[in-house]
């Protein structure tokens, strides 16, 4: 699945323009921006006011905010919020949504954009279901909270008793998760890939010993294993999304998938954040070099949405489950 | 403001959606291989494309046309495409079956023939490697020649009707069983302007008078490379093989086949699920690092499948093949190291898995020198991102 140059190139523009003009904090000048080119809602119905397209194109999206440093809560706000809304035939207006999935006590800790939100559309667990309920952020506890680049990731309370919601299945839950859990893989790979790039602009272009150090095969290799890893992530990234897309995320070995670019795109950070500062050297570390925009991000993402040990977890207890005579046809399926 | 990043351009092709369209075949593979597990033909092993040499089995494998399947059947093959065979080759490596003795004939000197090879070369030996009768070797390395290919010193002369070929070659996995191999030879003296110009290849067979086959012993006794003597072999002109000079593009076109394959990455799959099965039984500690593990085959049986792809409409594939093999054999030999780690005196590990392991670990330094060293191959990925 290609997505059309000319809208990547478009994406790019906007984000692009933002960050030279405004930073990396998104505005709600951006926001208006995204809504009135249609990328706001990009995958929403256009029935109602969305833009119609896939995730392939929302991959895209993101993607470019990650590779212009653009902090923003679009794919929460797209992907999850308002499409978990639509799912419960609530109606979808301009406000930006991000979503929250509370315990029993009506809580949740770490929840992405929250504070940064005009309402929260949160799901809980209600006698073997869940329900679900639109929320304004004014209207629910939020105690501030951030990850390791300075995104808000509050914790939320809400009165679960004075909440009247619709039901929810389990199932759509369950995609929630999925797509959730992709998003962040998507968001560690535009960070592994722009980290690369990087690293191959500045190896050409600083000198020491009197050449450059992409001369030396000790820094070729440093940035050959960056390469095979970003790939290594990407490949296992896209396979899921392969799977997701082309089975309206049901598809039975879709967690398996899930899993696997989570693993994959966690273990990748490791070498690509390491290599990749060793070879910048002491530059790369400080806040005026935008390589830690990357790196950090990686850092930041990898653990969200589960910790890559979770992940790890989650793929061996697969592969326990597929036993000896499975795992072969786990991983082909 | 610094300029800001475009999207790069990637190492390694798109994702292939193969499940549905290749999900008969492996089935069919699969149900095969059952059956000649039932039957007791072959005992799962590691590295079985390069130590499990067994005739029987690739005899079964060509009577259900597993063999030369790209081959046309004009040919004796069965005009099927690389993606079909990739899926077979996949099942068979990931299930350890004994597939060393057609493996080098089957993976690259059937592409290089094809690509190659004269009319009559082709009658000649396609057929025979389709139906599991002639294997091949590969005559590349030498003493003084390892990764650094374009310094052979086996010489090729001019005589009536053919060529006089003097040399010694090494690593030649199966020499001591197989019938033939292609031998790399400088045939015009060195041209310090142009190193890979004036070599050629040459199809030799290993009972040629003047052929001398030595056995090269493995650290654990066993036995499966050799060194081959070459003295004044007389090759006759129709087993030329290519262009006389053009060897070395001939030899690279070689190797993006020999570089992205499945047995790059499955050479210790057998021991995952033989720990799956040890931990679900807890007879060693539960440990996610088996998900790594797992994870990372399964990317990798991806990036491998989109490698083929890319193999199978003769788009360049050196840079990303070179990225398979780097990740593929740096983590089949972690599979060994991790199993090893969980192999002490005091696990409860059975008999077989342990014998699974101590095989793994003196297979293990093979797989990242075999097929040019990942420090050559990074290399070859630094190339590509214009670094070098």
Known sequence: ?333 | MAQLLMPITRPVPAVHPDAADTAALRAEVRAFLAEQRAAGTYTPAVDAWLCSWNEEFTGALAARGWLGMTVPKEYGGQGRSFLERFVVTEELLAAGAPVAAHWIADRQIVPSLLKYGTETQKREFLPKIAAGQCFFGIGMSEPDSGSDLASVRTRAVRIDRGWRLTGTKVWTSGAHRAHAFIVLARSAPVDPANRHAGLSQFIVRFADPGVEVRPIISMNGRHHFNEVILDEVFVPDDMVFGEIGNGWQQVTSELSFERSGPERLLSTFVLLPALADEMAQQRIPHDAGLGRLVARIAGLHHMSAAVAVALERHQPADVPAAVVKVLGTSTEGDIAEFADLHAGDDSALSRDTRALIDAAVDQRPGFTLRGGTNEVLRGVIARGLGLR
Not at chain 1, 65 to 73: K, N, P
Not at chain 1, 199 to 205: D, I
Request: glycine letters at 8%; proline letters at 3%.
């Open chain 1, 1 to 333: 699945m290609t997505v059309d140059p000319d809208l990547i190139a478009m994406m790019n523009a906007v984000f692009a323009d933002h960050r030279a003009n405004h930073g990396q904090a998104a505005t709600p000048e951006l926001w208006s921006r995204l809504r009135s080119l249609g990328l706001a809602r990009l995958t929403g119905t256009e029935p109602s006011g969305g833009s119609g397209a896939g995730w392939h194109e929302a991959a895209e999206l993101t993607a470019a905010a990650v590779r212009t440093g653009v902090r923003i809560g679009l794919p929460e706000h797209d992907l999850l919020a308002c499409w978990l809304l639509e799912q419960a035939g609530g109606r979808v207006d301009d406000a930006v949504r991000t979503v929250c999935a509370l315990d029993e006590s009506g809580t949740a800790p770490a929840v992405p954009w929250a504070r940064a939100a005009e309402r929260i559309v949160l799901i809980w667990p209600d006698s073997g279901q869940y329900r679900l309920a639109d929320i304004s952020t004014a209207d629910l506890r939020i105690t501030r909270g951030t990850n390791l680049i300075g995104e808000p990731r509050d914790a939320v309370a809400a009165d679960l008793d004075t909440l009247t919601g619709a039901a929810v299945c389990a199932d759509v839950v369950a995609v929630l998760r999925r797509k959730a859990a992709l998003i962040r893989a998507i968001q560690v790979c535009a960070a592994l890939d722009a980290a690369l790039e990087l690293a191959v602009q500045h190896a050409s272009s600083r000198n020491q010993f009197g050449r450059p150090l992409a001369k030396f095969q000790a820094v070729q290799h440093l940035i050959a294993d960056i390469a095979a890893e970003a790939s290594l992530a990407r490949t296992a990234t896209e396979a899921a999304l392969t799977a997701a897309v082309s089975t309206d995320w049901a598809a039975p070995n879709l967690d398996f998938r899930i899993g696997v670019a989570r693993s994959c795109a966690g273990h990748a950070a490791s070498v690509v954040v390491r290599n990749a500062h060793q070879v910048f050297g002491a530059i790369g570390t400080t806040a005026e070099h935008r390589l830690h925009e990357y790196t950090r991000a990686a850092l930041a993402w990898r653990g969200e949405y589960g910790s890559v040990r979770s992940w790890d977890e989650q793929v061996t207890a697969a592969a326990l489950r597929a036993g000896a005579g499975g795992l072969w046809e786990l991983i082909t399926a």
